[in-house]
Structure formats: C-alpha cells, structure tokens
C-alpha cells in the first residue's frame, strides 16, 4: 500500500468523497494545492475544535455543577459524597470513572451541560 497517506488513515479513494474534497473544505482558506487538494490553512470553529479534539469539557466546567453531580451521583450510583469513610476507602479514579459516567447518562449534568439535546 504506499502512497503518501499515513497509515490507517484514508487517502480520497477510500473516503467515499470525490478526489480532492473532504468534510474539512468548508474551513479551507486560501488557495487550494490542485496536486494536495490542501487549502494553504483551515479555520475551525471553536465547537468543531473541541469536538475533534476530544475534550470538550475541562474539570472545571464539571464541578461548577458540583450539587447536580452530587445529586446524579446518589441518584444513579447509590454514593454519598458526605460519607467520609467511603470516601477516604475509595481512590480519586473510582471518583473520576463515575463522574464521567453521568456525562453519557441520562443525569442532571449531562442535560445542564448539554442543553440543546433533549433526553
């Protein structure tokens, strides 16, 4: 297989596009490489960077609703936050793999942090 693609990535035949376009040309700017089929740079919009890059929240942006997470977390995991000793047994990771958990589930965070899909 040559060709100057990375490996596992998919060169114009295979994306099922014509050659030389792609998903990405409406954020092309500038002149177009007829050989590449590259515009000379992109301008992604802060959604679609945040989208691609796979982290679209920071912690931050989750324990701003701490009391909903609190809530999500008693409601979908039986866990209370206020039991220190379960707490103070249990690691940070424990914590963190169900937190994120409440971002997929049909939870208090996942509606006030994803408003425009409706559950």
């Known amino acids: 297989m040559g060709g100057r693609w990375p490996p596992g990535s998919e060169g114009p035949e295979q994306s099922g596009l014509p050659p030389g376009s792609s998903p990405e040309d409406k954020y092309g700017r500038g002149e177009r490489d007829p050989v590449t089929g590259l515009y000379a740079w992109y301008e992604f919009p802060p959604e679609v960077k945040a989208e691609r890059s796979g ?22 995991y039986g866990i209370d936050v ?5 707490m103070q047994d249990r690691s940070w ?7 994120l958990g409440l ?15 409706a559950q």
Do not use: C, F, M
């Open 93 to 99: 990771r424990w914590l963190q793999v169900r937190i």
């Open 82 to 86: 206020e039991d220190r000793a379960l």
């Open 55 to 76: 982290r679209s929240r920071t912690w931050g942006d989750l324990l701003k609703h701490w009391s909903l997470i609190e809530a999500d977390l008693h409601e979908r």
């Open 103 to 117: 971002l997929t589930a049909k939870s208090r965070l996942h509606r006030a942090l994803n408003p425009d899909q």
